[in-house]
T-cell receptor, first 115, second 117 residues
């Protein structure tokens, strides 16, 4: 069964510092993996996705993530944090069954960026 | 390209009432999924609709039901509302090739915030 674990419900960084948000997954089949961002009182916006092509995936707003099968990880990084990056970040794995697919989300990591 | 839209933005109901939430899928998409996001949690899958039929369901009771229309828009209906139904309800659309699973990315709408008193 697929599942997602996000390590750290809250992460705080200084503006300009490296952002690292951790995600580990469990999947019995090669996974499709996603990172979404949610700003306050808004829906989810897709940051990037991994669908078994290149293991280093580049997304929007300078974010990227690396798929590491040996570590079952899909951590999200950004070299230099900006104040506007403050939001909730969700890692998700796609689960396929009986002709439909659903996203299984982690509990989320709230990123705070301070001056 | 029109994104996913949802209505209403906010809704307040009382226990026992019924509610209908609406979603218009992104242009070119034919599959709609609904998720419930309780405060402080990740979204939970409710069900998915394709070709006007429910083709997948999460761990939600039958009082959660839905519809998909020929234009691929969708409704989520919740009967006999309970306090725990208070949440953000998210709709996501994607594209599925005929005869195959929907493997494409799901794009989310802004959500409907439901408060049950």
């Amino acid at each position: 069964a697929q599942s997602v674990t996000q390590l750290g419900s809250h992460v705080s960084v200084s503006e300009g510092a490296l952002v690292l948000l951790r995600c580990n997954y469990s999947s019995s089949v090669p996974p499709y993996l996603f990172w979404y961002v949610q700003y306050p009182n808004q829906g989810l916006q897709l940051l990037l996705k991994y669908t078994s092509a290149a293991t280093l995936v580049k997304g929007i707003n300078g974010f990227e993530a690396e798929f590491k099968k040996s570590e079952t990880s899909f951590h999200l990084t950004k070299p230099s944090a900006h104040m506007s990056d403050a939001a909730e970040y969700f890692c998700a794995v796609s689960f396929f069954s009986g002709g439909y697919n659903k996203l299984i989300f982690g509990a989320g990591t709230r990123l705070a960026v301070h001056p | 390209e029109t994104g996913v839209t949802q209505s209403p933005t906010h809704l307040i109901k009382t226990r026992g009432q019924q509610v209908t939430l609406r979603c218009s899928s992104q242009s070119g998409h034919n599959t709609v999924s609904w998720y419930q996001q309780a405060l402080g949690q990740g979204p939970q899958f409710i069900f998915q609709y394709y070709r006007e039929e429910e083709n997948g369901r999460g761990n939600f009771p039958p009082r959660f039901s839905g519809l998909q229309f020929p234009n691929y828009s969708s409704e989520l209906n919740v009967n006999a509302l309970e306090l725990d139904d208070s949440a953000l309800y998210l709709c996501a659309s994607s594209f599925r090739l005929a005869g195959g699973p929907s493997t494409d990315t799901q794009y989310f709408g802004p959500g409907t915030r439901l408060t049950v008193l």
